[in-house]
């Protein structure tokens, strides 16, 4: 996040406008924050806004009365709860939101110290945990009191719910080591993501408000009047700093926080002690890119002098301390407009729906396009008519909030519909293909607008050529999309075979030459022929995901390979099932972990008035496929069998005992058919089992499977 810094130049009027604006906004969200545990602006928002306020009070002096802002914590403490003094104020902390904030901190501190620029400090490095502060008093290693933060010198006391917590022990555990007669242990009450989801869920089951963040949901619990419900809620405990302190015990922060743990404290296993800036800097890095792994929600990392003499000698300012800095995250949300809406073609002739943005830093990362899914999406309802962004459809010129979570892809969270222009109109989503313009086709029970051109359509040809080449198919180096694009526009390459003879066209001894095309040399385009021989030959479960199948993942293309085991009994055991034959009899039918919708793609693929039959052809011309090595099998009763599970077995899950019948030689179906040899019948077993005596299926009961996997163990 850019730090904020208008300059007023001496116009003393619009800076007390924009002062008056900012306090009313920031004591408004202080007030929500502290006591009605429902935010009214984001953190990232709250900080930026703070800290112009800042910096104008920082111009002008004169603007500063007795009531500013910025020399106040918090909000003062809502009046359900007894209040306390804390012993030792509760500050909060400067905040650094750039590198060289930090350089700035550790320079501040050595000229306070006079001590040698050139000398590096020793800093602790903790995750700064997203919940609610809370001070612990202890006396003689009994839970006295617990307050919450407040407005930093007056606090609730929330005593009886921290007693509650299980990580918050209320007799501390200090045999044999010191202990201070009296100390405060500061910490954070949080709640882990895992946590909030399962809350919420119960929360939607009660027909009980939502919470907004794991924040809010910690600070309403811990804020109950009644107990009882603050101990159903999972709440946790950070221990991570010392308040009041009767005995000089402790000599650093390190120090302390490997007491707290002997204490029989929770403490954050992020935490570590560095030295000099540079480290603190690889730390942050290192950090923020596990911030999105972490179970439980982090802002920034607080760095702080790790000597107490020294944490001592620096003291504080009005209300943060010298010795320490919170190195705040980017913000994980942010808004922009909607510039465009660009519909993207795939390699099936799904038309996806892109929203172009204009660009803006969403957690640290600049987000310039967002995906819009598809028509449904983009009008504010999913495909079974439940309301997205409630209700509220997505136009050109939207102002909107976008939000991204770790590297999962930037999402847009809401739109703000108060700031559409009076000329903008509901999206239209096209009725025919941006590229070749053939007719979409939109399928019942499908939210996707499809173009009907197939491979005639260029923007799919490309997109499955690149889908072939990619690291999950024939993963050819060297053939990434810019130059599969240029190829394509060439007429190089229109099919995916023609990949495998561009040496023979475009090699060094052709009339055209590759090498001597711009960007080419000889050698490059010696590296690239290379890379493409030495994928001639590939293996069964690559080829079928390489084909670009609709719905053919590659979970799928690993089953079939598995099932079928080599490419020649896939394509005529498929081929020879007709489309519009829903016969239960048919064998990809009845391949476990095979659906409907998968089997008809397939059927469509494989039959022989699709233009891929000429396609894969051509693409068998060039490359060989290898067939599925099984896995090492048992020759036994059960080999080249097909048998078929039902009901519940009592000693093995289902997945096991599909193991167990692969290993010995037997192929596993999902349903009862003629071509089934064997039923393996549980408890309760239905209408397979009817279905078996129909057939004249051979039926096994629990007992007897167990006893030939055993004989064959
Ligand atoms: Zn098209």
Not at 81 to 109: C, T
Not at 255 to 281: H, R, W, Y
Not at 453 to 467: D, M, P, S
Not at 553 to 579: D, H, M, P, Q, V
Request: charged share 25%.
């Amino acid at each position: 996040m850019k730090t904020p810094n208008i300059k007023y130049n001496n116009d003393v009027s619009s800076a007390e406008k924009r002062l008056s604006h900012l306090t009313k906004i920031l004591k408004n969200a202080q007030e929500s924050y502290y006591n009605d545990d429902d935010p009214s602006i984001s953190d990232g928002e709250y900080d930026k806004l703070l800290l112009e306020y800042k910096n104008i009070e920082k111009e002008f002096p004169s603007l500063l009365d007795s009531g500013s802002l910025s020399q106040k914590v918090g909000a003062k403490p809502s009046s359900k709860f007894k209040k306390v003094s804390h012993q030792k104020a509760m500050l909060s902390l400067s905040n650094a939101f750039e590198e060289n904030d930090l350089a700035e901190f550790d320079l501040r501190i050595k000229k306070f110290l006079n001590i040698d620029l050139k000398e590096t400090l020793e800093y602790t490095v903790e995750p700064k945990i997203d919940g609610v502060s809370l001070s612990l008093l202890y006396e003689d290693g009994n839970l006295i009191r617990a307050a919450t933060r407040g407005d930093g010198q007056e606090g609730e006391d929330v005593t009886q719910n921290a007693l509650v917590i299980q990580e918050i022990p209320s007799k501390l555990n200090f045999s044999g080591v010191k202990i201070p007669q009296s100390f405060e242990v500061r910490g954070e009450v949080f709640i882990t993501k895992h946590d909030f989801n399962l809350l919420n869920i119960s929360q939607e089951k009660n027909n009980l408000k939502l919470f907004a963040n794991p924040r809010n949901a910690a600070a309403g619990a811990l804020r109950q009047l009644d107990s009882e419900i603050t101990k159903k809620r999972p709440l946790k405990f950070y221990a991570y700093s010392l308040g009041h302190c009767s005995h000089d015990i402790f000599t650093s922060q390190k120090d302390f926080l490997e007491n707290l743990a002997v204490f029989g404290f929770l403490v954050n296993d992020l935490s570590q002690t560095v030295s000099g800036v540079p480290s603190l800097i690889e730390i942050y890095k290192d950090i923020l890119e596990k911030r999105a792994s972490l179970n439980y929600d982090i802002d920034g990392l607080v760095y702080k002098v790790n000597d107490f003499l020294l944490q001592s000698r620096l003291g504080e300012r009005s209300n943060t301390p010298r010795w320490a800095i919170a190195h705040k995250f980017p913000a994980e949300e942010a808004y922009t407009t909607i510039e465009d809406i660009e519909i993207q073609v795939g390699r099936t002739g799904a038309l996806s729906p892109v929203a172009r943005l204009s660009p803006v830093n969403v957690g640290g990362v600049l987000v310039s396009s967002a995906t819009l899914h598809n028509e449904d999406y983009i009008k504010g309802f999913d495909s079974e008519g439940n309301k997205i962004r409630d209700g509220k459809d997505l136009r050109i010129g939207d102002f909107v909030r976008i939000y991204r979570a770790g590297d999962v892809i930037p999402k847009i969270e809401d739109v703000d519909i108060s700031k559409r222009s009076k000329e903008s109109k509901a999206y239209l989503f096209p009725r025919s293909c941006p590229s070749c313009g053939s007719n979409a086709v939109r399928e019942q029970d499908d939210a996707v607008w499809r173009c009907s051109a197939g491979l005639v359509c260029n923007e799919q040809a490309k997109e499955r050529i690149k889908h072939f080449v990619s690291k999950k198919a024939f993963n050819i180096d060297g053939l990434g999309d810019k130059i599969i694009d240029q190829f394509y526009e060439l007429g190089w390459i229109r099919f995916p075979h023609e990949i495998f003879l561009l040496e023979q066209k475009y090699g060094n001894s052709s009339y055209t030459k590759l090498s001597e095309r711009e960007g080419w040399g000889k050698l490059s385009a010696e590296n690239l022929f290379e890379s493409i021989n030495n994928k001639r030959k590939i293996g069964l479960a690559r080829f079928i995901f390489s084909l670009g199948i609709r719905h053919v993942g590659e979970n799928t293309a690993n089953l079939l390979a598995e099932y079928f085991t080599s490419f020649e009994k896939l394509s005529n055991s498929i081929s020879s099932c007709r489309f519009d034959d829903s016969s239960n009899d048919l064998e990809i039918h009845n391949i476990d972990g095979i659906g409907s919708k998968i089997a008809d793609s397939l059927i469509e693929f494989f039959s022989l008035s699709s233009s891929n039959s000429f396609l894969l052809g051509d693409i068998l011309n060039e490359v060989k496929v290898v067939d599925f090595e099984q896995l090492k099998t048992v020759v036994s009763t059960l080999t080249g069998k097909v048998i078929v599970f039902t009901g519940n077995l009592k000693s093995q899950t289902r997945q096991e005992a599909k193991a167990h019948a692969e290993r010995l030689g037997a192929k596993v179906s999902s349903s009862v058919s003629s071509k089934t040899n064997i039923l393996i019948a549980g408890e309760s077993s239905g209408t397979k089992l009817n279905k078996a005596k129909d057939f004249k299926v051979k039926v096994l009961s629990e007992k007897e499977w167990l006893s030939i996997v055993f004989e064959n163990e």
